[in-house]
T-cell receptor
C-alpha cells in the first residue's frame, strides 16, 4: 500500500510568482485535505476535496486554489505569492468525508518565498 | 483567542520519565480529539484519537479527555529518546473531518 506522496520536496519562489504543489493520495482514498504549517505553528486547514469537488475551506484568500483529479490526486495552486506564504504545505488523504476518518499525511512541501 | 491552545514547550525530560502534554479548547462543538506526532521534516502521524470523555490507553500512551473542562491530555510512560518529536493535539466538530490543530509541543527525551 503506497502512502501519501507530495512533490516537490522543497521549492523557492519570489514574491508575486505562482506555485503548484502536488499530492498523490493513499490507495483507496477519495478525500484530500491541504494544510499550511508555518514555522513553530500547528497546521492550518486550507481546503478539502471530495470526489473532485471542493468540500470546505478554511480562512485563506481566493489566491489559494486547488483541484482534484479522477484518480483522486490533487494540486494546490497559490497565486501572487507573499512572504507570509513561506511554510510547509501538507496534504492528507482519507477515505470518505464523514464525521471522522483518519487522515494520513504526506511529508509536505517546504515553500520559501523570497 | 485561538480555538485550541497548546504550550509550545520545549519540554525536556530524562529517559524513563512520565510526560504529560495538554491542550485546552474553547469550541464545545468539538467531538473528536486526536494526538499526532511529528518528527522533524516529516508529516504528522496519528498516535491516538478519542470521541468521548474519559481515558484511552495504547501501550505507553494514554489519552484523556475532559469535555466539561474542555481539556485534553496525552501521557507518555517510560519515555524514550525516540519519543523526541513535536506533539500536536487536533480536534474536529461532529460531521466534519476538518482538523483544528494546536501549536504543538516540542518534546526532547535525553538518555
Amino acid at each position: 500500500e503506497t502512502g501519501v506522496t507530495q512533490s516537490p520536496t522543497h521549492l523557492i519562489k519570489t514574491r508575486g510568482q505562482q506555485v503548484t504543489l502536488r499530492c498523490s493520495s493513499q490507495s483507496g482514498h477519495n478525500t484530500v485535505s491541504w494544510y499550511q504549517q508555518a514555522l513553530g505553528q500547528g497546521p492550518q486547514f486550507i481546503f478539502q476535496y471530495y470526489r473532485e469537488e471542493e468540500n470546505g475551506r478554511g480562512n485563506f484568500p481566493p489566491r489559494f486554489s486547488g483541484l482534484q483529479f479522477p484518480n483522486y490526486s490533487s494540486e494546490l495552486n497559490v497565486n501572487a505569492l507573499e512572504l507570509d506564504d513561506s511554510a510547509l504545505y501538507l496534504c492528507a488523504s482519507s477515505f470518505e468525508q464523514s464525521s471522522y476518518n483518519e487522515q494520513f499525511f504526506g511529508p509536505g512541501t517546504r515553500l520559501t518565498v523570497l | 483567542q485561538k480555538e485550541v491552545e497548546q504550550d509550545p514547550g520545549p519540554l525536556s525530560v530524562p529517559e524513563g520519565a512520565i510526560v504529560s502534554l495538554n491542550c485546552t479548547y474553547s469550541n464545545s462543538a468539538f467531538q473528536y480529539f486526536m494526538w499526532y506526532r511529528q518528527y522533524s521534516r516529516k508529516g504528522p502521524e496519528l498516535l491516538m484519537y478519542t470521541y468521548s470523555s474519559g481515558n484511552k490507553e495504547d501501550g505507553r500512551f494514554t489519552a484523556q479527555v475532559d469535555k466539561s473542562s474542555k481539556y485534553i491530555s496525552l501521557f507518555i510512560r517510560d519515555s524514550q529518546p525516540s519519543d523526541s518529536a513535536t506533539y500536536l493535539c487536533a480536534m474536529t466538530p461532529y460531521n466534519t473531518d476538518k482538523l483544528i490543530f494546536g501549536t504543538g509541543t516540542r518534546l526532547q527525551v535525553f538518555p
